[in-house]
């Protein structure tokens, strides 16, 4: 099943009522946002579970985990950790002594979604883009998090680049050569962008991150806290082919939303014209039961692509784990293909690529 994150909604947090104003045509971008097997000059993480939101055995395991992803990726590129004063000496002891620890009033471990979208543009300066994280639509308490753009790109020395629109980086999903895949159920919902119309977001997307095409699939809303985010549905391996998830369960509510998706996908051309090559990956029959609930996020798909590496996790499914490893060799070539037990994070609702942002090099 492909839930994702933690759902805890917050009561006394009500949605925003205004709607947003745009500009309706964009101009001309000079930023593109890069494909993430560009290079590196580091990654950024957070290590953020809260036991409020997370409860102790899932907190403590969650932590374990971060420290596992970030270990794995320090050994081949920098890793940047944000971390609460009070968690640091955790932190120092769960990650390591490579990971760089920064001290920054944080919420939760969603880097993917709180930090910055990192642009470069023709001359290779980097930017980060603020996309106004709200809570995924005000579900969960996120005064700090919405903070963390801004900091991640004041302390990376690199423009921030403002905009109205309210969505998060585990939303968008790019090739490096101007092609998007995005789900409507995220960028589209009135939680974020009330009154907002999918050619004014696609503007504004494009002018933003350098698109030339936006690839839209439907996700599902309202059954995750993040209303379906792409980077559980599809991802580039390179440009013209998309790895893609399928929720092989018909009890799911994602059975038959990976099923459409994989439809529009097969029958979809990027922005040079090319037919998209698509790669199924099924989801395993089976997890380990420790962290088992069911907001559990059973997936391959959400990996991350650092220098000379593949981080993907691994959920004691032995033929459903080859499978992933061997699937992601063959679509990596020349990368250590690393795989992680993170269950804890997936007993989250999340995944690897949730709680990691690249920045170029």
């Known amino acids: 099943m492909f839930t994702r994150r933690h759902f805890l909604a917050s009561s006394g947090l009500a949605l925003l009522g205004s709607s947003l104003a745009l500009p309706g045509k964009a101009a001309a971008s000079s930023w593109h946002m890069p494909d993430e097997g560009e290079r590196h ?7 953020g579970p809260g036991e409020e939101v ?4 899932l907190q403590r395991g969650a932590q374990e985990a971060l420290g596992r992803i970030a270990r794995a990726i320090v050994a081949h590129e920098p890793v940047n950790m944000l971390v609460r004063e009070a968690d640091y000496e955790m932190a120092s002891r769960l990650c390591g002594n490579k990971v760089q620890l920064i001290v920054q009033d944080i919420d939760d471990l969603w880097m993917r979604d709180t930090g910055p979208v990192f642009v470069k543009n023709a001359s290779g300066q980097l930017a980060g883009v603020d996309f106004n994280f709200n809570g995924w639509g005000n579900k969960q308490e996120h005064q700090a998090d919405a903070e963390v753009a801004a900091f991640v790109c004041a302390h990376s020395g690199v423009a921030r680049l403002q905009t109205k629109l309210v969505l998060e980086g585990g939303g968008i999903e790019v090739d490096g050569q101007g092609t998007a895949i995005i789900t409507e159920s995220c960028v589209l919902n009135p939680n974020r962008n ?6 004014t977001c696609e503007a504004e ?3 933003l991150l350098g698109l030339q095409k936006i ?3 439907p996700g599902i809303a309202g059954r995750d806290i993040t209303d379906g985010h792409t980077d559980f549905y599809a991802r580039f391996t390179q440009p013209g082919v998309v790895m893609a998830g399928l929720d092989t369960d018909p009890d799911s509510y994602d059975h038959a939303v990976t099923r459409r998706h994989l439809d529009i996908l097969k029958n979809a051309t990027d922005a040079r014209g090319r037919k998209l090559k698509v790669v199924v990956l099924n989801a395993p029959t089976d997890i380990r039961p420790r962290y088992r609930n069911d907001e559990f996020a059973a997936g391959y798909i ?3 692509v650092c220098n000379g590496a593949v981080i993907a996790p691994q959920f004691g499914d032995t033929r459903a784990d080859r499978n992933c490893q061997a699937m992601l060799r063959e679509q990596f070539p020349g990368r250590d293909i690393i795989m992680l037990d993170i269950d804890a994070i997936a007993g989250g609702g999340g995944g690897i690529h949730c709680t990691t942002q690249q920045q170029p090099a």
């Open 41 to 47: 000059s580091a990654t950024w993480m957070a290590f």
């Open 54 to 57: 997370w409860g102790p055995p």
């Open 194 to 199: 009330p009154g907002v119309s999918k050619a």
């Open 205 to 207: 997307l494009k002018r």
């Open 215 to 217: 690839i839209w699939l």
């Open 302 to 304: 959400n990996f991350y």
